[in-house]
């Protein structure tokens, strides 16, 4: 399979969920997991880690709170929970290997 083929074989599964084993060493060596977003011929973004929703969307009755590194808002959730997610940019000139579910 040649690189353009494996590209286009990548943007059919744009939304879906994925994952994508690269070249390094490490933990990105074991491979990134997340939703499909993009696929060029220069990179691939996968959203890996979906922010949380707000706890208290409407009206003000959420009150915001110090943390022991600063301003925390009630409307993020907990500490330890990353309230905009994670997207990973994969250069694909790094891409070993993609897997996708069958159907």
């Known amino acids: 399979m040649n690189f353009q083929s494996l590209i ?3 943007f059919r599964y744009i939304g879906q969920t994925v994952t ?3 070249t390094s060493g490490g933990l990105s060596g074991s491979g990134f997991t997340g939703v499909l977003l993009s696929v060029d011929c220069n990179n691939v973004r996968l959203l890996c880690n979906i922010g949380a929703a707000p706890g208290c969307p409407i009206g003000s009755s959420c009150t915001n709170i110090m943390g022991p590194y600063g301003m925390l808002n009630n409307n993020f959730g907990d500490f330890g929970i990353n309230p905009l997610g994670s997207v990973a940019v994969i250069p694909t ?3 070993a290997c993609f897997t996708h579910n069958a159907i």
Do not use: G
């Open 93 to 95: 000139c790094s891409i």
């Open 20 to 22: 994508i084993f690269t």
């Open 8 to 10: 286009d074989s990548m």
